[in-house]
């Protein structure tokens, strides 16, 4: 596995390896990586010749009050199961390589940008956009896998593909999770043991909501199941409980078999957790 820092080194690499016919997955992340992260890489060794991941925790997606500074970090044991999964490149840019001085060029997808967790983090999807963009030009994919365990920057970066009719394969892949049922995340790290305790009734109150739908049962009824879960539990600070289309984000007023996104996102002590299911 080859690391590169330098963005115009990678690109030149990557153009070079496309010229010779071959075809390029791609799976970004933020590092600190779990099983879930694996599983991306696992998909995109079957999907292509050549395999890039990506760290970079990007500082142009975290507000003033969020964890840019305590997002967990522990690049040697990334590349160590970079390398385990057949990665054949890994980029790993500091933040003034992608943003050098004078940086101003952002892509903006307001619609999708300013709902369900866009609503607690005001330009949080704009720097998204904006660093998959940037990394999306620099590798040259022609495919690109994305987890649905963030089910919301999925959408918007299928979005933005097809408005900027970029020539790339979005791939979302399943979101994987513990044992117990939490949704696996780097964050969960942060949890203390009685709040790691407390986080799975996110993941419960999907369940039961999955368990307990019925035929055309309404979107409030449906919120009501989920929320039973959650005031079990005073630890929990609902962000947003929501019934959404699971193809294109819109309101959902009632229960539609199989595309019905339930996405809820809650705090639990200083950790923000988001987590879904599609019924
Ligand atoms: P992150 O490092 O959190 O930015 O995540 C990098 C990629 O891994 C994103 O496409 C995430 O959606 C995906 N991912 C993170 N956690 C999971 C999970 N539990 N299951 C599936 N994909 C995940």
């Known amino acids: 596995m080859k690391k590169l820092t ?3 080194r990678l690109q030149a690499l990557m153009l070079s390896l496309k010229k010779k016919g071959k075809t390029i997955a791609f ?9 879930g992260h ?3 890489m696992a998909m995109a060794r079957q ?10 925790v990007n500082p142009l997606q975290f507000g003033p009050q969020e964890d840019f500074s305590i997002y967990p970090r522990d690049l040697k044991a990334d590349l160590k199961k970079l390398s385990s999964q057949a990665v054949d490149y890994v980029f790993l840019p500091k933040a003034s390589d992608l ?6 060029t952002t892509v903006q997808l307001p619609l999708l940008s300013q709902d369900l967790c866009g609503l607690a983090r005001p330009g949080h999807f704009t720097g998204v956009a904006t660093v ?9 994919p ?7 365990k963030d089910y919301q920057q999925y959408l918007l970066i299928c979005q933005m593909v097809r408005d900027l009719n970029l020539p790339i394969r979005i791939v979302g892949a ?7 049922g939490l949704a696996m995340s780097s964050r969960n790290v942060r949890l203390k043991p009685e709040e790691r305790e407390l986080a799975l009734s996110l993941s419960r109150a999907l369940f039961i909501a999955k368990k307990q739908v019925k035929k055309s049962m309404s979107s409030a009824a449906l919120i009501n199941v989920v929320r039973s879960e959650f005031v079990k539990n005073p630890a929990f600070q609902e962000e947003y409980v929501a019934i959404r289309d699971s193809e294109t984000l819109a309101k959902l007023y009632h229960y539609e078999p199989r595309k019905t996104l339930i996405a809820v996102a809650v705090q639990v002590g200083k950790v923000r957790l988001i987590d879904n299911i599609v019924i």
Do not use: C, W
Not at 47 to 56: E, G, R, T, Y
């Open 99 to 104: 943003y050098p001085k004078n940086f101003q």
């Open 6 to 8: 330098s963005p115009q």
């Open 47 to 56: 999907k292509a010749d050549v395999v890039v991941a990506s760290i970079f």
């Open 142 to 148: 022609d495919i690109a896998i994305f987890g649905k």
């Open 132 to 140: 998959v963009l940037k990394l999306f030009h620099i590798v040259q």
């Open 38 to 40: 694996l599983r991306l």
């Open 174 to 180: 399943p979101l994987v999770r513990e044992k117990d």
């Open 27 to 35: 799976v970004p992340t933020m590092g600190f990586l779990h099983a």
